[in-house]
């Protein structure tokens, strides 16, 4: 990860980019997850068939590939946010937070889903629970 700074403004211009990314990445954790409900499922129903045969091919193989691509896509759009220094702390809801500096410190400028914009900051070891407004926020 890299170790930049960003301004109030940087951040806030990054947003609706990473906004963008943010929905995408959400989209594709739901339909992943409902995927791995379908296949349990679909795993579940099939131990309890009598019907099945010793030498069937495995019926859930191109199920489970298609999980193996989606959980890589899932990690290199988690990797994406690292690589342009935004730390990604929740997806659902999205919580982003930007490396920054108030008053001379270094904090971390918070903004959580449904924010016009970033508006608030805490310390490196606050966490979400210690959020302060910005200055002229």
């Known amino acids: 990860m890299t170790s930049k700074k960003f301004t109030l ?13 943010l929905a995408r990445l959400q989209q594709l954790t739901n339909t992943f997850e409902e995927r791995v409900t379908e296949l349990k499922r679909m795993k579940n129903g099939y131990a309890r068939s009598s019907e099945r045969l010793s030498d069937d091919p495995d019926p859930f193989f191109e199920l ?4 193996e691509f989606m959980r890589m896509e899932i990690e290199l759009a988690i ?6 220094g935004v730390q990604l702390k929740m997806i659902h809801p999205g919580l ?7 008053d001379g410190r270094d904090v971390l400028l ?4 449904g924010e016009r914009s970033i508006t608030h ?17």
């Open 79 to 84: 990797q994406n946010f690292e690589r342009q």
């Open 96 to 102: 982003l937070d930007f490396p920054g500096e108030v």
């Open 64 to 67: 489970e590939g298609e999980l």
């Open 121 to 137: 900051y805490h310390g490196w070891d606050e966490g979400f629970a210690g959020r302060k407004s910005l200055p002229g926020a």
């Open 9 to 21: 403004s940087e951040a806030n211009a990054l947003l609706p980019r990473l906004q963008g990314e």
């Open 110 to 113: 918070c903004w959580k889903e």
